[in-house]
């Protein structure tokens, strides 16, 4: 949510169907993301950073914070070198909405 999202073309055929990842992966879960991440200054931070935040709960806005994940940029590189997908699109974030 704060950071950059990609649309990728997968290139391979057979195993990986055309397909490649469709997320960075978790690096923490999302208790411990609470623990580590208060809501309320990932609301602000996302603010200052030009993105418009919508969710009921800073609890479940901490489950998802950017630290809670691997680097996007980082996942599509090794898409990419591996040959499964290429890049099409980078986009930037302007708004998140959370249930």
Same mark, same amino acid.
């Given at each position: ?5 990609? =649309? ?7 195993? /990986? ?54 680097? =996007?940029?980082?996942? =599509? ?11 099409? /699109? ?10």
């Amino acid at each position: 949510m704060g950071t950059a999202s990609y =649309v990728l073309a997968g290139l391979v055929d057979g195993d /990986a169907f055309h397909s490649a990842c469709r997320g960075a992966g978790r690096t923490m879960s999302r208790h411990a993301a609470i623990r580590r991440i208060r809501g309320r200054d990932l609301r602000a931070q996302l603010a200052l950073a030009g993105i418009e935040v919508r969710s009921p709960s800073d609890r479940g806005l901490a489950e998802e914070a950017p630290l809670a994940y691997k680097d =996007v940029d980082e996942v =599509v590189a090794t898409c990419e070198r591996a040959g499964l997908a290429r890049r099409v /699109a980078r986009l930037r974030p302007l708004g998140v909405v959370k249930g």
